[in-house]
């Protein structure tokens, strides 16, 4: 069997007294989509942002988070980033009163070529945009610079949150049209409620259910599960088929 | 006619004084979210590393080149103060608001009682160089030369520190970080080094605040750098917490008004006047003139 290019084992986040992930453990394969599903409030964000470092300070984690042989917990962000960890945040997060060239610019890492090429191909509006400010792009604009931003460098694991959310069916489809480019290169944990997309792009699934780990496995399995997906992502068929 | 123009004059330099003090703490609250209330002390370290620079350091002195060499040494200190501050004692209290207050309040205080306790309560007489207590004539008005001097240096800060921010890499993490820091770090930034720097940015500009603010007072004391800084907070919060072209309009606002005011007026009332200016500002825009990005 492949090593996973991520392993999460007994994973605890407590913040502000709310036990918001009770011993998640899951792994994501080194290729591929794979996706976190769950309803509202059970944990998605929560779970991207502890591998990633950004638990708030008042809260606690507790547990095992492993990039191959390396241990990813009590490293700073920055660190982990560096290390080959790309995050596109919830909401973009998109520099609003920086230029679009300005905020690439932001994501060049020291003592490597920043590849504008792959992402002037995959977002050839970014290199026309570029003196523009990022505040003044449409929503799904500012979803091709957050991505963009971290495909600027190599990175041996994506998290990418709901970068879908609150686009325009036209867009969501042109987001998705180019996640699906990105996973054939590096491997993606993507947080998605759109099961259209989800469908489209996934492989493996984690379903989350008040904070811990209610399934696991293929995605389109699931998928194809009414079932399933009602009672875990309270959607019927149609929605799963949309 | 005179008198307008004088009284504009030397608003403007006393807006000099509260822009040099005000944009190094409107970059650190922005961008790190430190409220620094020992930023004062950074101007008093200026201010007496200056005066005693002026009569003990070789090659330093009281007036031409030997007085460049003074203040130079003056910001010097105050550079190497408010980084240590921010290493020493700042870093580790991130994100601990509460601490953070404490910790500066305290370190203000102390910064007083130990230059009290070294150089005495007393104001001392300030290294004044011949020019500076000269006046130049503006369209028949009879300007101080040190607010002149005051008003060239904080438009050299200003411009300095906008080259800094719009064509630096740092820079470019300044700005970003007073908008979203942790989007920062999310993008491999190590956003610490930047704390460092405006800390040291703000830091060098509050202590030539102190040295050229004392040449124009024509003297030193241990407390000026808190009263000062009480107005400097006003400027703060009236620019925009993180912008420092809103604190330049803020300083220039609030200089002209309690000039003005106090002129015309009882002397007093401009320094009510700024309060209600304040008030006014909070009330209808409480992000301030320039909210919280940092404008390059």
């Known amino acids: ?242 | 006619m005179d008198t307008i123009i004088l009284l504009t004059l030397t608003g403007l330099g006393l807006a000099a004084l509260y822009f040099l003090v005000a944009s190094g703490l409107s970059l650190v609250f922005g961008l790190a979210d430190v409220l620094n209330f020992a930023h004062g002390l950074f101007l008093g370290v200026g201010a007496y590393a200056t005066w005693w620079a002026a009569g003990n350091l070789p090659g330093a002195g009281g007036d031409g080149f030997g007085f460049v060499v003074a203040v130079a040494f003056g910001v010097l200190a105050g550079t190497l103060v408010a980084v240590l501050v921010e290493l020493v004692l700042i870093r580790p209290l991130y994100s601990r608001t509460i601490e953070q207050v404490l910790v500066t309040v305290g370190l203000s205080l102390a910064g007083v009682a130990l230059l009290q306790a070294t150089w005495g309560a007393d104001a001392r007489t300030f290294p004044r160089p011949e020019w500076t207590r000269q006046v130049t004539n503006v369209l028949g008005a009879n300007v101080p030369n040190g607010g002149l001097l005051l008003i060239v240096a904080a438009v050299l800060v200003l411009g300095a520190i906008l080259t800094f921010l719009r064509w630096t890499r740092y820079g470019l993490v300044i700005r970003a970080g007073v908008e979203n820091r942790e989007m920062v770090t999310a993008l491999g930034i190590d956003v610490r080094k930047a704390f460092t720097l405006v800390f040291a940015i703000g830091g060098a500009a509050a202590a030539l605040a102190g040295a050229l603010g004392s040449v124009y007072f024509g003297t030193v004391s241990p407390g000026q750098g808190g009263s000062l800084l009480i107005f400097a907070f006003i400027v703060v919060v009236i620019g925009g917490m993180g912008s420092v072209v809103g604190s330049a309009y803020a300083a220039v606002a609030v200089g002209l008004l309690q000039q003005f005011v106090n002129y015309y007026g009882t002397s007093g009332l401009g320094d009510i006047c700024v309060v209600g200016l304040l008030a006014v500002v909070l009330l209808l825009r409480p992000q301030g003139i320039a909210g919280k990005v940092a404008t390059a």
């Not at chain 1, 920055?78 to 230029?99: M, Q, S």
């Not at chain 1, 792009?137 to 500012?142: I, V």
């Not at chain 1, 325009?168 to 996640?179: D, F, G, I, Q």
Request: glycine share 10%; aromatic share 2%; net charge positive.
């Open chain 1, 1 to 242: 069997m492949t090593e996973p290019v991520l392993s999460v084992a007994d994973l605890s986040v407590r913040i502000s007294g709310l036990h918001i992930l009770q011993g998640v453990s899951f792994t994501v394969a080194p290729t591929g989509v794979t996706v976190l599903l769950g309803r509202n409030g059970v944990g998605k964000t929560t779970t991207l942002r502890a591998i990633v470092g950004l638990t708030p300070r008042a809260g606690e984690v507790h547990g095992t988070i492993r990039m191959g042989a390396q241990s990813l917990l009590a490293r700073p962000t920055h660190r982990l980033v560096r290390g080959g960890l790309g995050y596109v945040p919830e909401d973009r997060c998109v520099f609003a009163g920086l230029t679009v060239a300005e905020n690439l610019r932001l994501a060049e890492r020291r003592g490597t070529t920043p590849a504008y090429d792959r992402v002037y191909a995959l977002f050839p509006e970014l290199d026309r945009r570029g003196r523009q400010r990022a505040g003044s792009l449409s929503g799904g604009q500012q979803q091709m610079l957050a991505i963009g931003r971290v495909l600027l460098n190599d990175n041996r694991l994506l998290l990418i949150d709901e970068p879908t959310k609150g686009l325009a069916p036209k867009v969501v489809t042109e987001v998705a049209e180019v996640l699906e480019r990105v996973a054939e290169s590096v491997p993606v944990l993507l947080v998605e409620q759109n099961l259209a997309v989800v469908r489209r792009l996934a492989r493996d699934a984690v379903v989350l259910a008040a904070g811990k780990v209610a399934w696991t496995g293929d995605a389109q399995e699931l998928l194809l599960e009414t079932g399933l997906t009602k009672s875990l992502l309270g959607v019927g068929s149609a929605e799963v088929h949309h």
